[in-house]
């Protein structure tokens, strides 16, 4: 239901049609009710998820705190205190001695895949303009993003080194590897699902066919594109810590390595809880850029 205009009320009362402004005040004001109780209960929801969820979590923790006692064996798996006070001790200090504190080494990640997601993305959303937009470019490019799709990036590791050496670079250029065909697929898709009619009203006022596609396609496949950068997000870090594994001397996967080869595996899982909560944080940017996106989620 929405509220008359001024010019609908005074056309009513010289009609005759209503001499009371009550009624129309009244729907007014159940409108507003039943707006704010539709916000009181989208809130209520809210609520409940994220409490859903931290309880889930606060089980997990529960359970291996639980595992960890009953096991007593902090080299196989060392409590969530033992894990707490390691993460807190190492973050300010080295690991190893000639290393970095667990601060930088999570930076030194950060940046790596923030550099490469960003790459990849942009050349992912322009190819895949390109070819929603040009059906040569589609039978051209279409065979080898798919040949290129189902391989790891992880496969490339030994080329890269070979041909880039063991600086930032070949990690970057992994990460560009595994986020171009995602990205790529994903902003195809998304265009070929926006509607004809956007299209078509555009060019009829005059738009060319690459302002149609700048501004018209693929804001309107924004929230489709944005899905996809979810995905290769979460594929960036699989890729940038196996790399670090292999052929690093600083960053998360790095530390995770040399804990392990003496033993300390307390801060290994702090390698690996400060992984999740940049990945969980970066996710959490993609989809506040979502909400932006897309208003109909934020209903």
Same mark, same amino acid.
């Given at each position: 239901m929405t509220l008359p205009t001024v010019d609908q009320v005074f056309s009513a009362e010289r009609t005759g049609q209503s001499r009371d402004p009550e009624p129309v005040l009244a729907a007014g004001r159940d409108e507003h009710a039943g707006l704010a109780a539709y916000r009181r209960g989208r809130r209520r929801e809210r609520t409940r998820r994220l409490g859903t969820g931290a309880l889930g979590l606060a089980i997990l923790a529960a359970t291996w705190q639980l595992v960890a006692v009953l096991l007593h064996d902090p080299v196989f798996l060392p409590s969530v205190s033992q894990t707490a006070a390691?993460?807190?001790?190492?973050? /300010?200090?080295?690991? *190893?001695?000639?290393?970095? *504190?667990?601060?930088?080494?999570?930076?030194?990640?950060?940046?790596?895949?923030?550099?490469?997601?960003?790459?990849?993305?942009?050349?992912?959303? %322009?190819?895949? %303009? %390109?070819?929603?937009?040009?059906?040569?470019?589609?039978?051209?490019?279409? *065979?080898?993003?798919?040949?290129?799709? *189902?391989?790891?990036?992880? %496969?490339?590791?030994?080329?890269?080194?070979?041909?880039? /050496?063991? /600086?930032?670079?070949?990690?970057?250029?992994?990460?560009?590897? /595994?986020?171009?065909?995602?990205?790529?697929?994903?902003?195809?898709?998304?265009?070929?699902?926006?509607?004809?009619?956007?299209?078509?009203?555009a060019r009829t006022l005059g738009a060319s066919r690459w302002h149609t596609m700048a501004r018209v396609q693929i804001r309107a496949a924004l929230p489709g594109i944005l899905t996809g950068m979810r995905i290769s997000m979460a594929g960036a870090w699989t890729s940038i810590v196996a790399a670090e594994l292999i052929a690093a001397s600083s960053g998360l996967g790095y530390l995770i390595m040399q804990a392990g080869d003496y033993l300390n595996t307390a801060l290994v899982f702090s390698g690996i809880i400060a992984i999740a909560v940049l990945g969980l944080t970066l996710d959490a940017c993609l989809r506040g850029l979502l909400l932006l996106a897309d208003p109909s989620r934020r209903r």
């Open positions: 390691s993460f807190a001790h190492y973050f /300010g200090r080295p690991y *190893p001695a000639q290393g970095q *504190p667990l601060w930088a080494d999570a930076l030194t990640s950060l940046r790596r895949v923030l550099i490469g997601f960003t790459a990849g993305t942009a050349i992912g959303v %322009a190819l895949g %303009a %390109a070819m929603s937009a040009s059906r040569v470019v589609r039978h051209l490019t279409d *065979p080898v993003i798919e040949v290129l799709r *189902p391989l790891p990036p992880l %496969a490339f590791i030994p080329l890269f080194i070979i041909w880039l /050496g063991i /600086g930032e670079l070949p990690k970057e250029v992994l990460i560009m590897i /595994g986020v171009i065909p995602v990205m790529t697929v994903t902003t195809v898709a998304s265009l070929d699902a926006v509607p004809e009619d956007l299209r078509l009203c």
